[in-house]
């Protein structure tokens, strides 16, 4: 390594934030960068450590040691190159990847981890910056035609892949621009979409051509595709949120988070919001559910301005450090506190909610909810739960955000009118190793296949997906997989 005692000199430092009370008054990313002295301090911290647990723990097998010696040494475009080997969007895992192989960092079993997240966010947007990044069409063309359906991360990187082998690849989206998660799941503030459009150009000019409005089984016919196409790849995602059918589910002001977070990036984005408006402004809301979209709800809403915001989750609080039953390398369960969080907004967890309550004219004015108290079992997971007597308690609340999941994609339309074989998950089945389904020229990639997971998952699906579809084209394939370090 490029300093062997790294580890032992400097301390993990994160990139400075713009004031919280600033950041809340509008929309774009607020994290600085580091200054250069103190990013090769970060890349030293990267232990000659033998066995490099950190690559393990990522899903794209990104070679992250040599990255980071490559870092330290200021060689950017080498840096670029290794990262890019293994990860076709280090722009946006570099942004919102919550970075399993952090977790797995052999430096974080005592100290705090390297700070490999950060690191690659620089060496993707300096290689931007130097004019490293260009398209690079592919010299020869194979002759055969690919269709993926769904532009986010999985759809892209299967595009990305089997477009550097020459294959003519369109992607068909059936919202108005393209990026799917990436443009009108995650908030501007985390991922501005000028980094989307980027990306999105780049694959342009290497020759992918992009369908937008194009809902395949409803505008666009599935025979002209079948017709067409050599292969088609599955990546519409899982989109079916998980709902909380209780009494006064009706009421109007309870709306799922993704409706909420689809109309604000159209609204930062000048685009056309046609359904009714989902305000959080001068509100008291409430989000249901404690993970990452519930946190996005949480910056939303005080960019709107609600009058107040409130968190629950149902699950018991996570620890805030390692315990018996999360040992390293996991991935730990542990509490989590988000940017957003920071901006202002109560938790609570352990509380169920028992049903909304209405007014005279069906607007939402209050949740009952009660405390619950949980079972754990012998490795520490939670199992039942147990109302908590006398807690039960109604809140003030016009604005409720569903927030608790995805169940499984959408099964009307494309998926029954092609007859695809479901997993019992409610998932396309599609096996780990070919990602084919029960059709032999159509292929699954990301959430639609496993179910709702990571964006770094999803591309992970998507270049494994290409892989196969490759071979399955051509009889063999020159795409690296996951499993082989794609790096030498």
Same mark, same amino acid.
């Given at each position: 390594?490029?300093?062997?005692?790294g580890?032992?000199?400097?301390?993990?430092?994160?990139?400075t934030? @713009?004031?919280?009370?600033?950041?809340?008054?509008?929309?774009?990313?607020?994290l600085?960068?580091?200054? =250069?002295?103190?990013?090769?301090?970060?890349?030293?911290?990267?232990?000659d450590?033998?066995?490099?647990?950190?690559?393990?723990?990522?899903?794209?097998?990104?070679v992250i040691?040599?990255?980071?010696?490559?870092?330290?040494?200021?060689?950017?475009?080498? =840096?670029?190159?290794?990262?890019?080997?293994?990860?076709?969007?280090? @722009?946006f895992?570099?942004?919102?990847?919550?970075?399993?192989?952090?977790?797995?960092?052999?430096?974080?079993?005592?100290?705090?981890?390297?700070?490999?997240?950060?690191?690659?966010?620089?060496?993707?947007?300096?290689a931007?910056?130097?004019?490293?990044?260009?398209?690079?069409?592919?010299?020869?063309?194979?002759?055969?035609?690919?269709?993926?359906?769904?532009?986010?991360?999985?759809?892209?990187?299967?595009?990305?892949?089997?477009?550097?082998? #020459?294959?003519?690849?369109?992607?068909?989206?059936?919202?108005?621009?393209?990026?799917?998660?990436?443009?009108?799941g995650?908030?501007?503030?985390?991922?501005?979409?000028?980094?989307?459009?980027?990306?999105?150009?780049?694959?342009?000019?290497?020759?992918?051509?992009?369908?937008?409005?194009a809902?395949?089984? @409803?505008?666009?016919?599935?025979?002209?595709?079948?017709?067409?196409?050599?292969?088609?790849?599955?990546?519409?995602?899982s989109?079916?949120p998980?709902d909380? *059918?209780?009494p006064?589910?009706?009421?109007?002001?309870?709306?799922?988070?993704?409706?909420?977070?689809?109309?604000?990036?159209?609204?930062?984005?000048?685009?056309?919001v046609?359904? @009714?408006?989902?305000?959080?402004?001068?509100?008291?809301?409430?989000?249901?559910?404690?993970?990452?979209?519930?946190?996005?709800?949480?910056?939303?809403?005080?960019?709107?301005?609600?009058?107040?915001?409130?968190?629950?989750?149902?699950?018991?609080?996570? *620890?805030?450090?390692?315990?018996?039953?999360?040992?390293?390398?996991?991935?730990?369960m542990?509490?989590?506190?988000?940017?957003?969080?920071?901006?202002?907004a109560?938790?609570?967890?352990?509380?169920?909610?028992?049903?909304?309550?209405?007014?005279?004219?069906?607007?939402?004015?209050?949740?009952?909810?009660?405390?619950?108290?949980?079972?754990?079992?012998?490795?520490?997971?939670?199992?039942?739960?147990?109302?908590?007597?006398?807690?039960?308690?109604?809140?003030?609340?016009?604005?409720?955000l569903?927030?608790?999941?995805?169940?499984?994609?959408?099964k009307?339309?494309?998926?029954?009118?092609?007859?695809?074989?479901?997993?019992?998950?409610?998932?396309?089945? =599609?096996?780990?190793?070919?990602y084919?389904?029960n059709?032999?020229?159509?292929?699954?990639?990301g959430?639609?296949?496993?179910?709702?997971?990571?964006?770094?998952?999803?591309?992970?699906? #998507?270049?494994?997906?290409?892989?196969?579809?490759?071979?399955?084209?051509?009889?063999?394939?020159?795409?690296?997989?996951?499993?082989?370090?794609?790096?030498?």
């Amino acid at each position: 390594m490029g300093k062997v005692t790294g580890f032992q000199e400097y301390d993990r430092v994160a990139p400075t934030r @713009e004031a919280a009370a600033t950041r809340v008054k509008h929309y774009g990313e607020f994290l600085n960068e580091l200054p =250069a002295q103190e990013l090769n301090r970060q890349a030293a911290r990267c232990m000659d450590c033998g066995v490099p647990f950190c690559q393990s723990g990522c899903p794209l097998g990104n070679v992250i040691p040599e990255f980071n010696e490559a870092v330290y040494q200021a060689k950017w475009e080498l =840096a670029a190159d290794i990262l890019l080997s293994t990860n076709n969007f280090p @722009e946006f895992t570099g942004r919102i990847c919550p970075a399993p192989c952090e977790s797995a960092c052999v430096l974080g079993i005592n100290r705090p981890p390297v700070s490999i997240e950060e690191i690659e966010k620089h060496i993707i947007e300096i290689a931007f910056d130097k004019g490293y990044i260009k398209a690079k069409a592919p010299l020869i063309r194979s002759g055969k035609k690919v269709a993926i359906i769904g532009s986010g991360p999985a759809g892209l990187a299967a595009a990305a892949q089997l477009n550097k082998v #020459g294959h003519e690849v369109t992607i068909f989206e059936r919202d108005d621009a393209p990026g799917g998660l990436l443009r009108y799941g995650i908030p501007d503030f985390k991922l501005q979409k000028n980094v989307v459009d980027r990306r999105i150009d780049l694959m342009k000019e290497e020759g992918i051509v992009f369908k937008c409005n194009a809902n395949v089984g @409803e505008n666009v016919e599935i025979s002209t595709l079948l017709r067409d196409f050599n292969a088609i790849v599955l990546a519409g995602g899982s989109t079916i949120p998980r709902d909380l *059918p209780i009494p006064g589910r009706e009421a109007k002001g309870v709306h799922f988070a993704m409706d909420f977070l689809k109309q604000q990036n159209k609204r930062v984005a000048n685009r056309e919001v046609n359904t @009714e408006d989902i305000l959080a402004s001068g509100k008291n809301v409430i989000v249901i559910g404690g993970g990452d979209t519930g946190s996005d709800c949480i910056g939303t809403s005080n960019r709107h301005g609600a009058k107040s915001v409130t968190q629950f989750e149902i699950m018991p609080m996570p *620890p805030q450090a390692r315990n018996a039953n999360m040992p390293w390398p996991t991935y730990p369960m542990l509490l989590k506190n988000t940017s957003s969080h920071e901006e202002g907004a109560q938790r609570a967890w352990s509380v169920n909610t028992k049903n909304f309550i209405a007014d005279e004219n069906g607007n939402l004015k209050a949740l009952k909810v009660v405390d619950v108290e949980w079972e754990i079992d012998a490795n520490g997971r939670p199992v039942t739960f147990k109302e908590v007597a006398g807690s039960e308690r109604d809140l003030p609340c016009e604005l409720v955000l569903l927030a608790m999941g995805f169940l499984h994609p959408q099964k009307e339309g494309l998926i029954e009118k092609l007859g695809i074989e479901l997993d019992n998950r409610g998932n396309v089945k =599609a096996s780990e190793h070919t990602y084919q389904t029960n059709i032999a020229k159509i292929f699954a990639a990301g959430d639609v296949r496993r179910g709702q997971s990571l964006v770094v998952w999803a591309i992970s699906e #998507g270049r494994e997906a290409a892989r196969k579809v490759d071979e399955y084209l051509m009889g063999a394939t020159k795409l690296a997989s996951r499993d082989a370090i794609a790096y030498a």
